[in-house]
């Protein structure tokens, strides 16, 4: 029987932060942001084991999170890359030695910690029918295009535009595949930024998964306001009448 797999990538140096500290370690309401992301998988019940690629130097660091955070699912902490990428491929290929080509993996941000249960289960139903999923959320805002200086050039309708975001998911096999098809000749991935994008650099087709706009990435002091605004929040959501698959995980403790 085939196994779900959760890759979060954890590598990054939190420059935009301004904090010093990698910003999946930074801590909101006593809890390191990263613990939050892993406790949304560690909870889904059909989630069935984590690999995080982490931070060189901050391999212990995240250890000890998991060691103290009870996070039994994680089956291993592995050194992460110069990109997301490169930690993504990292963390790909401990779960090629120990999983099947045929399980499915969920690859996610370890600074996005607001996942929901039901576009985790999307994300996996969606593999399971087309072979692959890319959650993204509808754009609320106008598109607009311009050259770079103070000159608008154009407005776009924006009913098809959306803002990729996380998990984006595939069946181990194909996700590597597409890695070491790309790496032959790109090995540090210029041009790609994400795994959406490594698989239509390839002329594969994606699957859309819908999220949300609260399963937010915390990469500016800006989000962190934002998230620090979604716990705040947790014991109280019921009022506001939101609907179930847009309460953030963390929001139903």
């Not at 809890?31 to 130097?57: M, R, V, W």
């Not at 098809?181 to 490594?198: H, M």
Request: hydrophobic share 40%.
């Amino acid at each position: 029987m085939s196994k779900n797999i959760a890759v979060i990538f954890a590598g990054g140096s939190g420059a935009r932060m301004g904090t010093g500290i990698p910003k999946q370690f930074i801590k909101v309401d006593g809890t390191p942001i990263i613990q939050y992301t892993l406790e949304n998988f560690e909870d889904h019940s059909e989630i069935d084991e984590i690999y995080i690629s982490c931070k060189a130097g901050y391999l212990e660091s995240l250890r000890e999170i998991v060691r103290k955070g009870m996070l039994r699912k994680v089956a291993q902490v592995v050194v992460g890359g110069d990109t997301a990428l490169e930690s993504t491929y990292n963390a790909l290929q401990a779960v090629r030695e120990n999983c099947s080509p045929e399980d499915i993996v969920l690859i996610h941000d370890g600074v996005r910690p607001c996942i929901t249960d039901e576009i985790i289960s999307e994300n996996i139903t969606s593999v399971k029918v087309h072979g692959s999923a890319v959650t993204a959320a509808a754009m609320f805002e106008t598109p607009i295009i311009s050259n770079g200086e103070n000159v608008i050039e154009g407005v776009v309708p924006r009913d098809r535009f959306f803002t990729a975001q996380a998990p984006q998911s595939f069946y181990l096999h194909d996700i590597l595949e597409a890695h070491e098809q790309v790496r032959a000749t790109n090995p540090a991935y210029e041009g790609i930024v994400d795994s959406c994008t490594l698989m239509q650099s390839l002329g594969r087709q994606v699957a859309l998964v819908r999220g949300n706009r609260g399963n937010i990435k915390v990469t500016t002091p800006e989000d962190l306001y934002i998230f620090q605004g979604l716990l705040q929040y947790r014991e109280a959501w019921q009022a506001f009448g939101v609907a179930e698959r847009e309460i953030p995980h963390i929001l139903k403790k």
